[in-house]
Structure formats: structure tokens, C-alpha cells
């Protein structure tokens, strides 16, 4: 009898959503009029925040990787123009672990989209001024990303 009353105590004292029961409990789940926003005291990262765009992302490779590549506004570049230059981030996630790297600062980079070759994700970008762009490919491991020099012409 004793392990049937424990069983049915701990059953009874799960938190459950039903009807009529107040969520407030229950973490992530407040009711509407508690939602709020907190500035953030931080500039830097409230300046990342206020940049970043999704260049490309998608879940490839052997064994599976979930890659983003993420862009930020970086600062004047000195050249000519008004260009800025651009800070590439890149995510990656596989089961429970995440790692993230960020690369040099590129002028007007473009990013392809990510595809795997040798059974490894891969992107392709190219940067620089309208009139002499370079081209990288970068090879994305939980360990790190490889960068290389292609030819401009691929």
C-alpha cells in the first residue's frame, strides 16, 4: 500500500496544465501581462544584435552538422567608398554540443549557400571591392573551419 500512496503523490504533485489552473509555474510560460523587455546595458552587443542577418544555414555533412553563418556590420573600411566592412560568424551544432567562430573582417562579402563536398559542409564566399573580389571556401567541423583560397572564376 505504502508504494502505491508514493506513486500517487509524486503523480499528483507533477505540475500539469489544465483547465482552470494558472501557468505562472511553469518557466517560459508567463501569462501576457508579465512578458516584458530589459535594455541591454552592453553596446557591442546591442550594436551585434541590431546587425546580424542569416547569410545561409541548414543541417549537412556525414555525420549530420547544423551550420549558420551569420553577418554583422563591422567598421569603415578606409577605402573610397562609404563600405563597411562585414563580421562573418559561423555556428555550428551537432546533438548537444555548439561551437561558434568568427572570421577576419571582409569587405562586402556574399555568401553562397552551404553544400557538402567529401561529405563535409562547405560555403563559399567572396569579398573584396567591385573591382578585384576574392573568393574563400570554408570547410565547417565542430573542431574548426578551414579557410582556402579558390579560384575567382568557380
Not at 499528483?12 to 489544465?18: A, D, E
Not at 555548439?98 to 563559399?124: I, Q, W
Not at 582556402?148 to 568557380?154: E, F, L, M, N
Request: charged fraction near 20%; proline fraction near 6%.
Amino acid at each position: 500500500m505504502r508504494v502505491l500512496n508514493a506513486g500517487l503523490v509524486v503523480f499528483l504533485s507533477v505540475p500539469r496544465i489544465g483547465i482552470g489552473q494558472d501557468s505562472v509555474h511553469i518557466k517560459g510560460l508567463p501569462p501576457p501581462t508579465a512578458v516584458h523587455a530589459t535594455p541591454l546595458a552592453e553596446g557591442g552587443l546591442a550594436r551585434l544584435l541590431n546587425s546580424i542577418k542569416v547569410e545561409t544555414d541548414g543541417a549537412v555533412g556525414v555525420p549530420m552538422l547544423n551550420v549558420r553563418v551569420l553577418s554583422a556590420w563591422g567598421q569603415y573600411s578606409g577605402q573610397d567608398c562609404d563600405c563597411l566592412t562585414t563580421q562573418l560568424f559561423v555556428a555550428v551544432t551537432a546533438d548537444e554540443e555548439s561551437k561558434a567562430f568568427r572570421l577576419t573582417e571582409l569587405l562586402d562579402p556574399s555568401v553562397g549557400p552551404l553544400v557538402t563536398e567529401d561529405k563535409k559542409p562547405v560555403v563559399y564566399v567572396n569579398y573584396g571591392l567591385p573591382s578585384g573580389r576574392h573568393r574563400i571556401r570554408l570547410e565547417i567541423s565542430m573542431s574548426d573551419v578551414r579557410i582556402r583560397a579558390v579560384s575567382s572564376t568557380r
